[in-house]
């Protein structure tokens, strides 16, 4: 989609900091970390939240098979992580593209928000 921000960043016209990329996906750097590490994962194909990713399990399998590998190699998976999927303007969700926030390097509290 022309107007989506992830789609462009997928597409190369606006630059990211990547992390981590294979065929379905693409991780980067939030650019306003909520913690020390704050990765976005994303499919690249387009979908606007992740209650539309139901009708496609591979790739939701996909992005969360991403969003580990993610942190494993940012060293957070001993201490604990967080896979956030904001859905919908209520929820907190800006850009409507699927992306699960990968949050770790501190301890979070409970209820978030």
Known sequence: MADCL????????????PVHE???????????????????????????????????PQLLAAVHRAAAAVAEQEGIVADGWRLVFNTGVNGGQSVFHVHGHVLGGRKFGWPPG
Request: hydrophobic residues 45%; negative net charge; contains cysteine.
């Open 6 to 17: 992830f789609c462009r960043i997928v597409a190369g016209e606006i630059p990211a900091t």
């Open 22 to 56: 294979d065929e379905q996906t693409l991780a980067f750097r939030d650019l306003n970390p909520q913690g020390p590490t704050h990765v976005l994962v994303i499919p690249k194909a387009h979908h606007p939240d992740v209650a539309a990713l139901a009708g496609d």
